[in-house]
């Protein structure tokens, strides 16, 4: 091969890995658009669980240990009970983003779309090679990596396509580019993809147990960074131990025995994973929505068009126009395995854990890249030596104008939010500087809910309450309820008010109240919808807490700041009858506050 031939073939990997940064970046490119010269430094999400995973990344590049809460600040009292989160646990990814991050002096918002531009110019290089490895057409692997992305959210049943045809919301954007989580055990995952394939088709003992280190080592790095993504890879490795001894093709047993190294090798990182789930915290269970059913789980769309493919496979087997026993074929077969095993586990286990992220972040990438796989095998089959150069160009043509369409609908939603996120950097400064002046154990009331659930990105002091204050094992459940009590009752929302909320549906506070279960069939196979007994059951209890409440039966929670919008027409006569208020500091579109508790509440602590 000649080094001009190589720099062309790498050159149209470098070209889908820069079309899929573009991408990754429309979200930010539309906030700096958006912003302009006034633009504060933040960075844009496109998916509101984002703002966690960047509170988590922040607290790191801080130098606070892997076992901390960003928006409670009860890092010790963790330390102290050993007790695992959900981020702790899947540490790796954001570990590799934090430590490059503190090094290079990258705020934890800079490192958000830094990093989300990188793996997604990564994604689409490796994803690349793995066609390019497969195929030996330079065209066809760039086509292949903007397919098995690009169409991510089409063949989850999401994204822009909703409000194309009138049946949804146009959400989630891009959801394999959700930072830091799934992107890096994404990447992670079609990395060890390739090394599969290299494993599998190396004549070489040698090389089949470098790459088998190496795809053990991808797999490691998918185990302790994402745990749908991890069990997807393992369920695949179950398909490939299965497939290719029942179809035996040539070679078989060494494939067999190659896979059979692999799964042993991947065994060995999920005894310390284990042993760290052991010491799982209770709140990670209670807001996992962990379901106990052996019922089948068949008609998502995902699995659906696996089915048609492996329908297709089997009609031009029986045609005799394709070789069952081809490698490729039963790789390919291999893979379109996973999605049905994924989502009907629990046959076998009896327990389904919130399977929509199976759906939404790997099942559906799996089936894109099975429709470029079956693509290669159908031409490889019918073009006779015609040369598809044109037909692979039209279709990266036609990928890139949808990955566009999935851009516009999906980050619009969330556009104001970005906006308002940005402006509360200034503010988001002004109390980092008064953590370092006064200490970080200053709890800070935000009652604008975009706001105060971003705060732990911006400032490393920690919030009353927040959206995604509940995940982490610093609070346990009924004190997330009781910060929530206090949140609506500083806010000045009364028991009228929280019913009204919870009659109109607001998102919000039934979550808050009731846990993920209760909101949406999205999550929780078994939902059951809220009732009126039950709303006006939590109202009551509501009103029983704030009738009793003070200030100093609380101290856990007594405020030191509140930061308010600038053109709220905000009702402080619940915080001035327990705290004084100081004259606003003006921030940007923020007014930032100091309080004090009044001296008649402080002496009724002795």
């Known amino acids: 091969m000649s080094k001009r031939s190589y720099d062309m073939k790498l050159r149209y990997g470098v ?29 844009a999400y496109n998916d509101i669980d984002e703002v966690a995973y960047a ?26 009970k050993n007790e695992e989160s959900l981020f702790s646990i899947q540490f790796l990814a954001p570990y590799s983003i934090a430590i490059p991050a503190r090094l290079m002096g990258i705020s934890a918002a800079s490192a958000m779309w830094l990093s989300g531009a990188a793996l997604a110019f990564l994604i689409g290089l490796v994803l690349f090679v793995f066609f390019h490895l497969i195929a030996r057409d330079s065209i066809f692997a760039m086509m292949g990596a903007l397919l098995t992305i690009c169409t991510g959210a089409l063949t989850a049943g ?47 003992i040698k090389k089949r147990v470098f790459f088998c280190i190496l795809a053990s080592i991808g797999f490691s790095v998918c185990l302790f960074s994402y745990f749908y993504i991890w069990t997807t890879a393992l369920a695949w490795f179950i398909s490939l ?83 069952i026993r081809d490698r490729l074929v039963l790789f390919t077969i291999s ?28 099942g559906n990438y799996v089936a894109s890249l099975c429709m470029a796989l079956l ?86 002091q920690p919030v009353l309450w927040a959206r995604h204050q509940h ?40 979550i808050a109240l009731f846990g993920w279960g209760k909101h949406t069939d999205r999550l929780n196979p078994k939902y059951e919808p809220l009732t009126y007994g039950e709303i006006y059951q939590e109202a009551d209890r509501f009103d029983e807490y704030i009738k009793s409440f003070r200030p100093s039966s609380s101290p856990g929670t007594v405020l030191s700041y509140i930061v308010v919008p600038a053109d709220w027409d905000m009702d402080f006569s619940n915080i001035d009858r327990w ?7 003006i921030h940007g579109r923020y007014l930032l506050y100091k309080l004090n508790l009044k001296e008649e509440i402080c002496t009724c602590r002795d």
């Open 241 to 323: 131990a299965i497939i290719f001894p029942l179809f035996r093709p040539s070679m078989w047993k060494q494939d067999f025995q190659a896979v059979s190294a692999l799964l042993f090798a991947c065994s060995l990182p999920i005894i310390p994973y284990t042993i760290m789930l052991s010491h799982r915290s209770q709140t990670l269970d209670q807001v996992q929505l962990l379901v106990f059913t052996r019922e089948l789980d068949l008609l998502r769309i995902p699995e659906l068009i696996c089915f048609f493919m492996l329908g297709v496979i089997i009609l031009l087997a029986i045609a005799k126009c394709i070789n």
């Open 55 to 80: 509170a988590y990344l922040k607290a790191l590049i801080d130098g606070r240990s892997r076992l901390n809460d960003p928006y409670t600040g009860r890092d010790k009292i963790l330390q102290e």
């Open 335 to 362: 893979l379109l395995m996973v999605p049905p095993i994924t989502f009907n586990q629990q046959l076998i286990t009896g327990r389904v854990l919130q399977p929509i992220h199976y759906q939404v972040f790997i």
């Open 579 to 585: 705290y004084h208020r100081s004259e606003p500091e």
């Open 15 to 43: 070209i889908a890995g820069l079309v899929l940064m573009l991408f990754s970046m429309y979200p930010q490119l539309k906030l700096w658009y958006a912003q302009g010269a006034d633009w504060k430094g933040h960075y």
């Open 158 to 204: 999401e994204g822009a396509i909703g409000e194309l045809l009138g049946f949804g919301f146009p959400y989630p954007y891009f959801p394999g580019f959700r930072r830091y989580v799934p992107i890096v055990a994404l990447f992670a995952f079609f990395a060890t993809l390739t090394m599969v394939w290299m494993m599998l088709t190396s004549e070489s």
């Open 375 to 460: 693509l290669w095998i159908l031409v490889s089959t019918l073009k006779k030596g015609r040369n598809l150069k044109s037909l692979w160009i039209v279709l990266c043509i036609l990928l890139v104008l949808w990955g566009l369409i999935e851009c516009h609908y999906t980050v619009r939603p969330l556009d104001e939010a970005n906006v308002w996120r940005d402006e509360a950097v200034p503010v988001g400064k002004r109390l980092a500087e008064l953590a370092e002046a006064e200490g970080n154990d200053k709890i800070v009331f935000a009652p604008d809910l975009i706001q105060g659930d971003d705060m732990p990105t911006l400032t490393s």
């Open 471 to 510: 995940i982490f094992p610093g609070v346990s459940w009924e004190e997330s309820k009781q910060r929530y009590y206090q949140h609506l009752y500083f806010s000045g929302i009364d028991r009228d008010g929280l019913i009204y909320l919870m009659e109109n549906g607001d998102f919000v506070s039934i």
